[in-house]
């Protein structure tokens, strides 16, 4: 392919080719132009899901177009998607994010090309293309989140993963254990990729440092109520009277509302970020509501648990679920946080059993539940295991300024 011609999708609000109000109308003019841009997304969507699968070696973490859509109008992260074609058909894709905020110069880019139409330069035109964009807009730092599978799971040889994964949902990652020396270990010195995968390989010869290395774990569902109720006890007794639990389904209770934009604001500060230089990202109550709002159009109901400070009377831990409307997938965990001067007492086991619990009721019957955490967050990852979440593959995050 000697000619790459790269366009920008213009995504739509909808993906109705017509809106319902006009369905007995003249389509008019701009009707197949509708059509057109809801078909490329749509395709476009599909190819990032297809790629990602193929990494990880299954598809558990797809979001449907449908699922997506909200996102790609969110006021406070601006996106953007461009796609390459051959013979009409949607061979690469590349998005650009950023944040709202004027001060912010971080913008978060990735790239999909389909393995068939790998080796001709599309991945390296696209690249070139949303870094173009990013620094047109004055952005001078670009992370990058990408999936990469591994033989083993990360931190376990090669009999520990294999073993924990086996026997519900995908294994941990595709292909046999990956010796010491094709590992790239994150500046960290927590978690690696694999140094030969074409993704990490594509990454460093573009510049890229990989910052950080987060692990995808899966917890089967149901989970096992004996190791659950060992776990419900001790959160409690340690969480003692200070701390009450709360949970609901949906928007967050107005009573909670600035509270919940609090957690989610530290969630960019507090959380390890390894050596990636994340922006702060500044919540308020009216992005909170709104954010909530979009997500109840996404195919994705949302569970909550949070633990309130009783002498304050202020939530300071917090952790969500979104439940996709087809029980046959897997939920995907959220925002998990405990604020800094609340730590010590167990309240991330505590908010997580509890929104385990209300699962259990309210949604009963779904396969397993995914989640990603930084691989030095040995906290985090502890209440994980506790749980019975089981490593399946990594997420490279990739830093370079421009």
Known sequence: MTDIVIDEIVVPRTLEPRPVVDRDADPGPDHADRADRVAAYVEAIALEN????????????????????????????????????????????????????????????????????????????????????????????????????????????????????SGSGPAAGPGPATAPADRLEASTGHGWVPRTSSEVRFALSRGYALGQVERISRLPLPVDEEALAAIRSEALAAAGDEYRVHTWSGPTPRRWQSDVAAMATALSTDAPMGDVPEPEDVWTVERLVEAERRR??????????????????????????????????????????????????????????????RLAVEKPGRPAVLTFNAEENRPMLAVNEAVGFVPIGVEGVWHRPL
């Open 50 to 165: 297809a790629v990602q699968a193929t990494v990880l070696g299954f598809g558990d973490l797809d979001f449907s177009p449908a699922e997506q859509l909200p996102q790609w109008h969110d006021p406070f992260t601006p996106r953007r998607l461009f796609v390459v074609r051959a013979e009409g058909r949607i061979v690469g894709q590349a998005t650009y994010e950023t944040l709202s905020d004027p001060a912010v110069t971080t913008c978060w880019l990735w790239v999909a090309v389909d393995p068939e139409h790998r080796r001709r330069g599309l991945g390296t035109a696209l690249l070139d293309h949303v870094e173009a964009v990013a620094r047109a807009a004055g952005r001078t730092d670009v992370i990058s989140f990408v999936a990469s599978g591994q033989g083993v799971a990360s931190g376990q040889d090669a009999t520990s993963g294999q073993d924990a994964a």
């Open 296 to 357: 109840a159009t996404s195919g994705r109901a949302s569970l909550t648990a949070a633990a309130e400070h009783v002498p304050t009377g202020r939530l300071v831990a917090c952790s969500d679920l979104a439940v996709p409307d087809d029980a046959s997938r897997p939920l995907m965990q959220q925002m998990t946080l405990v604020r800094r001067e609340h730590r010590g007492h167990r309240l991330g086991w505590l908010v997580k059993v509890a929104n385990l619990d």
